[in-house]
């Protein structure tokens, strides 16, 4: 199997690539086009901000080639959000594969100390609707990092609360994406990305 | 929900974990990936590596172990010591550290870690404050507490924040090594004071002790490390316990 890591300005690529080691799978990091469409399955990982990401994106064409890709593509935290139709950090156009909005977490004085922002540390994927998730996955912590978040809508394929709901997973068609990190989500994320390299592909 | 956090940190020296009682009379423990690994099948939440060694061959040493550490584990770690400009941190960014700890460098250099924060992001970055409290009047040390700065614990700790941290570490120095738990007023009154995740050292020495953190520290993590090392806590006992207390664990 051919497995492709979108390689971009984000950071923390390298640990997407070791969690695929760890499941035995050699997966490659590019932005080559033609090694992109060519793959079994894509990785669109990020760590970052949105806007210049984004930017950079638009640069290498990678914003025209990611919506039109046909196998199955996970998007993992930024990625998803990128993956969206818009995001409130820099105002930023998205890719708009997935018809959700990106927000920022507000601060609630009243529910400080307790809710801190970012939001970080492990929390429960619930609601599950994907074949990413068997059901033995709900209510498991997942791994997350992050100050902004996808609302709910018709693609949100798992919730988590912090405090109001909002999409842990996002799915439409062949495309897939997490808030959460599943390359640091212990055995959790793991059986997440084995789930999403043994999707069963009906092109 | 948010669950609270259980974080083992591992001090190394030449690649070799160890843990210093009150910072002297350092103890070998291990191997600092067979540790990791151990901690985090057992449920650590997080893991801290803390690099010890002064000398620049000793610096390789734990880049390269950084990459050991990510490759082998699942669970998101933080790796802190000798870190005082931006290649540094990317050196371990690159070799697959989720966040870097930044001390005594940002108390020299504050603009450090505005400068960490935009080239990395805030999630990439926790200040640990190691503090003292003299007289009802808590202050930032230096090199294990042994180097006063001048600079109060709650101002530089906000100041922190406002210059981009995405988590605080705070160590009570008054507390750390005694075993008599966390220091759970100045906690709560961080905790209250700042809008990122507070993260608490110094004096965990039963499984009370985080139960107290939680409740009454309002801490968003504890961290500990020779009770964890000595086996005096086993890590799932503790979430056991924790859980029972009606505290969200993992």
Known sequence: MKVVIIKYNAGNIQSVDYALKRLGVEGSITDNHEEIRSADRVIFPGVGEASTTMAYLRSNG???????????????????QLMCRHSEEGDTECLGIFDETVRKFVLQPDLLPSMKIPHMGWNTITDLKSDLFDQSLDGQHCYFVHSFYASCGADTAAICNYPTPFSAALQKNNFYAVQFHPEKSGTVGAKILENFLQLKINL | MLSKRIIPCLDIRNGQTVKGVNFINIREVGDPVELGKRYSEQGADELVFLDITATHEGRKTFVELVKRIAFNLNIPFTVGGGISELSDADALLAAGADKISINSSAIKNPKLIDDLAHHFGSQFVVVAIDAREENNHWEATMHGGRIPTGKELFSWAKEAESRGAGEILFTSMNHDGTKNGFANEALAKMSELLTIP??????????????????????????????????????????????????SIR
């Open chain 1, 62 to 80: 990678l914003d025209t080639l990611i919506p039109t890709l046909k196998q199955p593509v996970l998007g993992i935290c930024l990625g998803l």
């Open chain 2, 198 to 247: 507070l993260i608490a050292s110094g004096g965990a020495g039963s499984m009370e002790h985080f139960a107290d953190l939680f409740k009454y520290g309002k801490a968003d993590a504890g961290l500990a490390a020779s009770i964890f090392h000595f086996g005096e806590i086993a890590i799932p006992d503790l979430k056991h316990y924790l859980r029972n207390q009606g505290i």
